[in-house]
């Protein structure tokens, strides 16, 4: 495993904050005020503002959400500066770290600027996978790197109670590129979950699937999606739990919220067993082992729990753990069984 040099490190952590500052200076104006409203007893943070007559309002986050607490109380002194994050981006590219295609960072930073991240959606696939270097520390090769597809979830709970809607999806698309088109969906042909370009780019929303086997492959519609639809997943809610922050090398950096690299490593030994498609199949595997690799030494506390509590979860969870951990490199193996331990 490639280490990125101490220097890279601290560039990519000053660009993730100056990112995450930029991104309350570019949704939240200088005369607006950040205000605590309480919903089923716990506090969230809103920002209004004045337009005209009328006051409009803006949902932020949970109170409780320490990073965005301390962002608000600082708003008031934040300057970001977009040409030093662009000096800081292309750095970070000379030092080794990937960077998306063009059309997928404008992808993320159209689904960005409309605002799927602060209303808790996560960037899944491989596109997350290539946020991981900063995070971690070290390079991740570069056959896990290519991706044809963007991926982004959100919990259906979440999407139906926030009390915010993005744009329509394929409105927030053909922004990008107006070749776009809704796919039909088996499910329900009045449900788009996915959509292609004239090249073959496909973006898939996706949701968790924690109800019966009835729900799998029927889309459900998401009220923050501006009622489109998402596909409904298994494993997908143990991925997404609890996520972080990273910023992806596009432009001036983009802030994007991801599932923890110890669950993405878990969860990608566990759908390389249901795929049908063998070479992403593969790919899982390649993108388990390099975190994994990573992982043993920078994180085995928190690679341990995600891998106890996926163990924990059932039969079949197990089943599929053994035979994901089974396709690894038996080195790979031999890390991963000294700082996990089933139970």
């Known amino acids: 495993m490639e280490e990125i040099d101490l220097a890279a490190q601290t560039l990519f952590a000053e660009l993730l904050q100056r990112s995450l500052d930029a991104e309350f200076d570019a949704e939240y104006r200088e005369n607006g005020t950040f205000v605590r409203k309480t919903s089923k007893g716990r506090e969230y943070w809103h920002f209004q503002w ?9 949902y932020v986050g949970p109170v409780n959400d320490q990073s965005i607490t301390d962002r608000v109380m600082r708003f008031s002194r934040l300057k970001a500066g977009f040409k030093r994050r662009q000096t800081l981006v292309r750095a970070l590219i000379a030092a080794g770290l990937p960077t998306p ?10 689904m960005w600027k ?8 996560v960037l899944v696939g491989t596109l997350a996978f290539q946020t991981y270097a900063g995070l971690l520390g070290v390079k991740l090769g570069r056959r896990p790197l290519m991706t044809q597809d963007a991926d982004f979830a959100q919990f ?26 809704e796919l039909p969906n088996l499910g329900d042909p009045f449900v788009s979950t996915r959509y292609r370009n004239d090249r073959d780019y496909l973006v898939d929303f996706l949701t968790p699937n924690r109800g019966s086997d009835e729900h799998q492959g029927k889309p459900a519609r998401m009220r923050s999606l501006a009622g489109s639809g998402a596909e409904p997943l ?17 432009g001036g950096g983009i802030p994007v919220t991801v599932p923890r690299a110890e669950r993405f490593a878990v969860h990608k030994l566990i759908v390389a067993v249901d795929r049908v498609n063998q070479a992403k199949s593969v790919k899982d595997i390649q993108q388990a082992q390099t975190l994994i690799e990573a992982l043993s030494f920078r994180r085995p506390a928190e690679l341990a729990d995600s891998w ?3 163990w924990a979860a059932g039969k079949q969870w197990r089943r599929k753990l053994e035979s994901g951990r089974a396709r690894l490199p038996v080195d790979t193996q031999a890390l991963l069984s000294s700082v996990a331990t089933e139970k």
Request: aromatic share 6%; proline share 7%; net charge positive.
């Open 50 to 58: 004045r337009e005209g007559e009328r006051i409009r309002n803006k």
């Open 234 to 250: 298994r494993h997908l809610d143990f991925l997404i739990h609890r996520p972080q922050r990273s910023v992806l090398l596009h």
């Open 156 to 181: 259906w709970g979440i999407s139906e109670n926030i009390g915010e809607s993005l744009a329509p999806p394929i409105t927030i698309l053909r922004g990008v590129d107006p070749s776009f088109a």
């Open 101 to 110: 295609d063009p059309l997928s960072g404008r992808i993320v930073e159209a």
């Open 114 to 121: 409309a605002g799927f991240f602060r209303l808790r959606g």
């Open 308 to 310: 106890n509590t996926a």
